[in-house]
C-alpha cells in the first residue's frame, strides 16, 4: 500500500466508510486470533499447537510428559509423575462383578475418586451405584442413586454399581467427532484431554452414563491428588473435557488391581485378562450365571456382572 | 492388616530352587519344635496350603492352652452351657452345633475336621470347605473373597474369618459412604458456573 495514497480507512478509522484494506482485515485477524487463545484460558502456545497423542513422536511425547510435570508441580506445589506405560502383549482386560454379593457400601467409588484424582467439587465420580428392589430386579428406572441410610444393605434390596464397560464396540468412540477418544490394545477406552474439544457427543452416546463432564475448574485439593499418573488415564484434568474411568490405567498396565477391585469389603469385584485362560475372570465367564448391562444395544461390553451364589 | 504372600505365588524361576532350600531349612527346625507332635499323631491334611494372614483372634485369647493347658482345667467333652465365654452367641449351622465340633478336645490351640485331623487357626479355611465346598473352591481360584496383590502375580488372600465371624458367619452391615449430590443441590459457584 502506497503511504502517498491513503486507502479507504487508513489510520484511525471514525467512520468506517468503504471497503476494509489489507492493515484492517490484519488488525481485526490478529484480535482474533488473540481472542481465540484468550477464550482458550491457560492454555500454553506448546498445548494449543499439541498434536493427538496417538500422532506424537516418542521425543514429543515425552516434552509432553515434562511440560506437564511441570504444570502440576507449580499448580499443587509437589512431584507428580506422569506416566505413558504402554499395553502389554497378549492382554485384554475384563472386569466382572458379583451382584449377589455387592452390599452399596459405595467404598469403590470413593476409592476411585482418590486413586484417579476427580474432581472434588464440582464432584466427578465415575462409579455409580444404583439401589433396586429384588422384587423388580434390574429396573434402571426405579434405581437410586442417593439412598443413604444408617447401614447397608437395606432388606429386599440390591446394588448394582455402574461404570464404563469398555465396550468393544465403543458408541462413544464412535460419535467423537475429533478422534480425542479410542480403544488401546488392551481394552481399555481413553481419553486424550489435550484433544477432547468438549462437546459431550460421547456422552450422550454412552448407554451407561460412564462419561462425566468438567463443567467448572477440577478443584483438586494438593494433599489428597495421587501423583501417581498416566497421560490417558489418572493426570489432573482442565475444565471442559470429558473422563471416564480407565481401569485404573496406571495400576493395571504395572500388574495390579484397580483400585476399586482391591478396595471392596465384600470381595464382589474381579478383574483380570481375558486372554489367559488361567484368570480369575476366564473361571467367572465359564462357571457362573453372567449378564451383560443393556446387551441388547450390542456394545459388547468387557465388564460382566454374576452371580457368584 | 499385614499380608503375606501365598505359598502358591509365582515366585521368579532362578532362585527357586535356593528359596526351596532355605525355606526347608527354616521351616523342618520350626515344625520339629511345634508340629512334630502333631504330624505323628495327626497327619498334615491332604490341601495344599495357602498362605495367609494371622487369623483374628479377639485381644489375649491365643494361645487357648494358656487357660485350656489340660492340668488346671480338665477337658471336658460333655455338651453343656458354659460359663466362659459368654460373650460368644453361636449362630452357625443348626441348634445341635456346639464347641467342639470345631474347638480339639485334647489341644486347644488347634481346630479338628470332621474326621477327626487336627489343623491349626491358620489353615481354618479346611474346616470351613468341609461343609461349604462350594465357597471353598470358589475361594482356591479368587473368585469369592477379596483378593489383593498382583492380576498377573502374587496375590494376598484373606481367611474366611477376617470377613466372617465363625461364631456368626453373616456378613455384617456397613454404614455407605456419602452418596452423590443429586443434580438439585448443585449450586452455581464462582464465576456462574455449577
Given at each position: 500500500m502506497n503511504a502517498s495514497h491513503p486507502g479507504p480507512c487508513s489510520g484511525s478509522c471514525p467512520g468506517g466508510e468503504g471497503t476494509p484494506g489489507r492493515r484492517e482485515f490484519l488488525a481485526a485477524a490478529v484480535a482474533g486470533m488473540a481472542g481465540a487463545l484468550a477464550g482458550c484460558?491457560?492454555?500454553?502456545m506448546e498445548e494449543f499447537l499439541q498434536r493427538n497423542f496417538r500422532e506424537l513422536a516418542k521425543d514429543e511425547i515425552q516434552k509432553i510428559l515434562l511440560r506437564l510435570e511441570k504444570e502440576y508441580r507449580a499448580k499443587f506445589g509437589k512431584p507428580v509423575r506422569v506416566g505413558i506405560e504402554e499395553p502389554m502383549q497378549g492382554v485384554v482386560f475384563g472386569y466382572a462383578l458379583d451382584l449377589s454379593r455387592c452390599?452399596?457400601?459405595r467404598r469403590c467409588v470413593h476409592a476411585c475418586v482418590r486413586e484417579n484424582n476427580q474432581s472434588r467439587d464440582p464432584q466427578i465420580q465415575w462409579i455409580r451405584v444404583m439401589e433396586m428392589e429384588k422384587e423388580l430386579g434390574v429396573d434402571v428406572q426405579h434405581a437410586n442413586h442417593y439412598y443413604d441410610p444408617?447401614?447397608?444393605?437395606?432388606?429386599?434390596h440390591f446394588y448394582m454399581p455402574v461404570q464404563c464397560?469398555?465396550?468393544?464396540?465403543?458408541p462413544c468412540v464412535k460419535v467423537c467427532p475429533v478422534g480425542a477418544t479410542w480403544q488401546e490394545p488392551d481394552g481399555i477406552t481413553v481419553v486424550d484431554y489435550n484433544w477432547c474439544?468438549?462437546?459431550?457427543y460421547c456422552m450422550a452416546a454412552c448407554p451407561y452414563g460412564a462419561r462425566h463432564f468438567n463443567w467448572g475448574e477440577p478443584q483438586l485439593p494438593a494433599a489428597e491428588l495421587?501423583?501417581?499418573?498416566?497421560y490417558l488415564g489418572n493426570r489432573p484434568r482442565p475444565q471442559g473435557v470429558v473422563e471416564k474411568c480407565t481401569f485404573c490405567i496406571q495400576r493395571t498396565r504395572k500388574g495390579l488391581y484397580p483400585a476399586c477391585a482391591e478396595i471392596c469389603p465384600t470381595g464382589s469385584r474381579k478383574f483380570g485378562?481375558?486372554?489367559?485362560?488361567?484368570s480369575e475372570i476366564r473361571y467367572v465367564l465359564e462357571n457362573k450365571r453372567v449378564f451383560l448391562f443393556k446387551e441388547d444395544l450390542n456394545t459388547k461390553p468387557k465388564f460382566y456382572y454374576f452371580y457368584g451364589v | 492388616m499385614p499380608l503375606r504372600t501365598p505359598a502358591i505365588a509365582c515366585a521368579p524361576r532362578r532362585g527357586r530352587r535356593l528359596a526351596f532350600l532355605l525355606g526347608a531349612l527354616l521351616f523342618l527346625p520350626a515344625r520339629a519344635q511345634h508340629g512334630v507332635k502333631e504330624k505323628a499323631e495327626h497327619p498334615a491334611p491332604q490341601a495344599p496350603e495357602i498362605q495367609v494372614p494371622a487369623p483374628p483372634f479377639s485381644?489375649?485369647?491365643?494361645?487357648?492352652?494358656?487357660?485350656?493347658?489340660?492340668?488346671?482345667m480338665k477337658p471336658d467333652p460333655k455338651r453343656r452351657e458354659l460359663?466362659?465365654?459368654?460373650?460368644i452367641e453361636l449362630k452357625h449351622?443348626?441348634?445341635?452345633?456346639?464347641?467342639l465340633d470345631c474347638h480339639d478336645l485334647a489341644d486347644r490351640d488347634s481346630l479338628r475336621l470332621a474326621s477327626g485331623e487336627r489343623i491349626p487357626f491358620t489353615s481354618s479355611y479346611m474346616l470351613c470347605g468341609q461343609c461349604h465346598g462350594d465357597k471353598f473352591r470358589d475361594w482356591r481360584v479368587g473368585i469369592h473373597g477379596k483378593r489383593t496383590g498382583r492380576w498377573n502375580g502374587e496375590k494376598q488372600y484373606l481367611l474366611c474369618v477376617h470377613c466372617h465371624?465363625?461364631?456368626?458367619?453373616r456378613f455384617k452391615p456397613l454404614k455407605p459412604m456419602p452418596p452423590p449430590v443429586p443434580p438439585e443441590k448443585i449450586r452455581p459457584s464462582k464465576g456462574g458456573r455449577p
Open positions: 484460558g491457560k492454555l500454553s452390599i452399596g457400601c444408617a447401614v447397608v444393605p437395606r432388606e429386599g464397560h469398555q465396550c468393544r464396540r465403543a474439544i468438549g462437546c459431550r495421587n501423583t501417581e499418573t498416566h485378562n481375558l486372554m489367559d485362560p488361567k | 485381644e489375649g485369647v491365643f494361645p487357648c492352652s494358656s487357660c485350656h493347658d489340660g492340668k488346671t460359663g466362659m465365654h459368654t460373650e449351622g443348626p441348634e445341635s452345633r456346639w464347641c465371624n465363625p461364631h456368626g458367619p
